[in-house]
C-alpha cells in the first residue's frame, strides 16, 4: 500500500487551533488526514467496536437512531482513567488501520507533494510513526481553555480533565519540529502555516 512520500503531523491540546491549522494548509491544496474523523468510522453502527463499546459500557452511550452518544462515552471515561486505557485499547489499532487507509488514498488522488495527519494524540497514540515530521500548534494553557470551553459544549472541569489525559504542554513541543504560535491573531497563524507549507514543499521534493 503506498503512502505519500512525506507526511507531517499537525497536533496540539485542545482547543489550541487545529482545524484551523490544518484548514489553512487545506487552502493550499494539501490533504488532511483527520485522526478525529478516523475515529468516528471505527464507531459507526454495524463496526465491531461500537457493539464492543455498548456491551462494555450498556445502553447509555447508544443512541436512539443506533449511533454512539459521543459526549455520553466522553463524560464516563474521562472521568474514569481505566475506563479511558479500555477505549483506546480498543480504538487506537482500528483508529490507525484507517488512517493508513487515507493516507494511501492521499497518495493516489492528490496531487500535493505531502500529506497532513491533524491528530490530538498524535504522540500519545503512537501514530507519530506514520509521519516524517511534527508539528505543534501552541498556545498558553489559560488561553487553550478559555477557547475550548467557548468552542465546545463540555463544563471547564471536563475540559480540565481532557487536558490533564494529553501530553503536557512543555512535553508537547519537546517532541515538536515545529511550533506554530496560535496565542495571536488568525492573520499570524496563517501566515506561520503559509511559511511551513513552502518548507514542507521543498522538504518532501528532497525527500
Avoid at 452518544?69 to 474521562?78: I, Q, S, T, Y
Avoid at 487507509?101 to 506514520?130: D, M, R, V
Avoid at 511550533?179 to 499570524?188: A, Y
Wanted: charged share 25%; aromatic share 4%; net charge negative.
Amino acid at each position: 500500500m503506498s503512502t505519500p512520500r512525506f507526511t507531517v503531523g499537525l497536533t496540539g491540546g485542545i482547543g489550541s487551533g487545529k482545524s484551523t491549522a490544518a484548514a489553512r494548509f487545506r487552502h493550499h491544496g494539501v490533504n488532511v488526514v483527520d485522526a478525529d474523523q478516523a475515529a468516528r468510522v471505527v464507531v459507526e453502527p454495524g463496526r465491531p467496536a461500537l457493539a464492543a463499546i455498548e456491551e462494555h459500557f450498556g445502553p447509555s452511550v447508544i443512541q436512539a437512531d443506533g449511533t454512539l452518544d459521543r459526549a455520553v462515552l466522553r463524560k464516563l471515561v474521562f472521568d474514569d482513567p481505566t475506563e479511558r486505557r479500555w477505549l483506546e485499547q480498543l480504538t487506537h489499532p482500528l483508529i490507525r488501520e484507517e488512517i493508513v487507509t487515507s493516507l494511501a488514498a492521499s497518495a493516489q488522488t492528490h496531487s500535493a507533494p505531502y500529506a497532513i495527519l491533524e491528530s490530538p494524540l498524535l504522540i500519545e497514540s503512537g501514530q507519530s510513526e506514520l509521519v516524517q515530521r511534527i508539528c505543534v500548534v501552541d498556545l498558553p494553557e489559560a488561553m487553550q481553555l478559555a477557547r475550548a470551553s467557548a468552542r465546545d459544549a463540555n463544563t471547564l472541569e471536563q475540559i480540565r480533565k481532557i487536558m490533564a489525559a494529553q501530553l503536557s504542554r512543555e512535553a508537547r513541543c519537546a517532541k515538536a519540529d515545529d511550533i506554530l504560535d496560535n496565542s495571536g491573531s488568525l492573520e499570524s497563524l496563517n501566515a506561520q502555516v503559509d511559511a511551513l507549507h513552502a518548507k514542507y514543499v521543498q522538504r518532501a521534493s528532497q525527500s
